[in-house]
T-cell receptor, first 111, second 120 residues
Framework: SQQGEEDPQALSIQEGENATMNCSYK?????LQWYRQNSGRGLVHLIL?????REKHSGRLRVTLDTSKKSSSLLITASRAADTASYFC???????????FGQGTELSVKP | GAVVSQHPSWVICKSGTSVKIECRSL??????MFWYRQFPKQSLMLMAT?????????EQGVEKDKFLINHASLTLSTLTVTSAHPEDSSFYIC????????????????FGAGSRLTVL
């Protein structure tokens, strides 16, 4: 079952602005991951944050995790048109190794 | 880095025929592979976990006789959509992770590029 819910479902911003996407989940997790999907393509892993971490950075990406609220956020700073894609959070609850994906946020960055 | 190849990338077939989709890990061995299905503008729905040398584990609501999964080697898993119907039209994506979890215990997936199935 899909346990992740993301908001917003769609986000449209101008190049150079920051984009923030949120993800909520329902069960206890081992870690939470963010993936990106370009239209009609497979997913690409972006960043992973463990359940005992609160914040993590990777380049222009910043991920936070609040296990008490069962939520995470992905911030993309100084967005570029090439960041246009769908972004999914995925939770790993040690359920035989399978990841459960959120509903995704469709990001559009206008040049 | 880990690479997963999926083939074909798109296929069109007639209703009632069967279609096989291959998922290969090119530079690593994968004891476990995962098959997902994605409808337009929706999330990925896990269909089944493919286990090398044993039967696949299907998610609730997924017909195992409809979606046959075979994981005959550590680098190849196949999904066969049997007697396909228009409602089976979808985007199917496989993923894999190197055998065993990393030292951190994290299960980071490498995805294939997906296969778009259209059943007429």
């Amino acid at each position: 079952s899909q346990q992740g819910e993301e908001d917003p479902q769609a986000l449209s911003i101008q190049e150079g602005e920051n984009a923030t996407m949120n993800c909520s989940y329902k069960t206890s997790i081992n870690n939470l991951q963010w993936y990106r999907q370009n239209s009609g393509r497979g997913l690409v892993h972006l960043i992973l944050i463990r359940s005992n971490e609160r914040e993590k950075h990777s380049g222009r990406l910043r991920v936070t995790l609040d296990t008490s609220k069962k939520s995470s956020s992905l911030l993309i700073t100084a967005s570029r048109a090439a960041d246009t894609a769908s972004y999914f959070c995925a939770t790993d609850a040690w359920q035989g190794g399978k990841l459960i994906f959120g509903q995704g946020t469709e990001l559009s960055v206008k040049p | 880095g880990a690479v997963v190849s999926q083939h074909p990338s798109w296929v069109i077939c007639k209703s009632g025929t069967s279609v096989k989709i291959e998922c290969r890990s090119l530079d690593f061995q994968a004891t476990t592979m995962f098959w997902y299905r994605q409808f337009p503008k929706q999330s990925l729905m896990l269909m089944a976990t493919s286990n090398e040398g044993s039967k696949a584990t299907y998610e609730q609501g997924v017909e195992k006789d409809k979606f046959l999964i075979n994981h005959a080697s550590l680098t190849l898993s196949t999904l066969t959509v049997t007697s396909a119907h228009p409602e089976d039209s979808s985007f199917y994506i496989c993923s894999a992770t190197p055998s065993g979890r990393g030292f951190s215990g994290a299960n980071v997936l490498t995805f294939g590029a997906g296969s778009r199935l259209t059943v007429l």
